[in-house]
T-cell receptor, first 119, second 115 residues
Framework: GAVVSQHPSRVICKSGTSVKIECRSL??????MFWYRQFPKKSLMLMAT?????????EQGVEKDKFLINHASLTLSTLTVTSAHPEDSSFYIC???????????????FGPGTRLTVL | QQQVKQSPQSLIVQKGGISIINCAYE??????FPWYQQFPGKGPALLIA?????SEKKEGRFTISFNKSAKQFSLHIMDSQPGDSATYFC??????????????FGKGTKLSVKP
């Protein structure tokens, strides 16, 4: 159980285009989903936290107009990188946390990540 | 106070040996301490987690030791295998609601297990 999927796993796009990444919790309902960015050989950097049906909370320094997050349901969150530029190239990882009250309520389950390359 | 300090940065262990990774924290409000394993090009996978009410938790070859007074916790991998070669991240969080539930990650330890 507790599987999180991401799509696509890899995307290459031209500078100036927008890219949408989907994150789904496959076998549990996630009140909260998180979006991270990871640079090579580095730790995970939290970008934003999204709760179903409400606006995402962005970490300091993360441009909310550039990284649009939508958490439309308890099993789906999307990250759209708008007007992507080469410096946005990175490994983007989502995670999902189960509803409160469950035994696994504190646990974040991570997706497999999406490698974005902007040419 | 929000930091989680992880050491060592890299670790080389012979097959069959014990791998030990350490983490220290400052915020005594942290009450959930997971360890994640990440292979190159993949997302982190939850390995094992502990809460402050116990001093040790074992799952197979993986054991977390927790020292509340020292504000330290460690991961022990017994009988280390080449397939354990990965990057390991410790993390901590407090409570559940709002940003308190966010995981604070250590910087990671790259483990290499030599055959």
């Amino acid at each position: 159980g507790a599987v999180v999927s991401q799509h696509p796993s890899r995307v290459i796009c031209k500078s100036g285009t927008s890219v949408k990444i989907e994150c789904r919790s496959l076998d549990f309902q996630a009140t909260t989903m998180f979006w991270y960015r990871q640079f090579p050989k580095k730790s995970l950097m939290l970008m934003a936290t999204s709760n179903e049906g409400s606006k995402a909370t962005y970490e300091q320094g993360v441009e909310k107009d550039k990284f649009l997050i939508n958490h439309a349901s308890l099993t789906l969150s999307t990250l759209t990188v708008t007007s992507a530029h080469p410096e946005d190239s990175s490994f983007y990882i989502c995670s999902a946390r189960a509803l409160p009250g469950l035994a696994t309520g504190d646990t974040q389950y991570f997706g497999p990540g999406t490698r974005l390359t902007v040419l | 106070q929000q930091q989680v300090k992880q050491s060592p940065q890299s670790l080389i262990v012979q097959k069959g040996g014990i791998s030990i990774i350490n983490c220290a924290y400052e915020n005594t409000a942290f009450d959930y301490f997971p360890w994640y394993q990440q292979f190159p090009g993949k997302g982190p996978a939850l390995l094992i987690a502990i809460r402050p009410d116990v001093s040790e938790k074992k799952e197979g070859r993986f054991t977390i030791s927790f020292n509340k007074s020292a504000k330290q916790f460690s991961l022990h991998i017994m009988d280390s295998q080449p397939g354990d070669s990965a990057t390991y991240f410790c993390a901590a969080s407090m409570g559940y609601g709002g940003s308190q539930g966010n995981l604070i990650f250590g910087k990671g330890t790259k483990l290499s297990v030599k055959p």
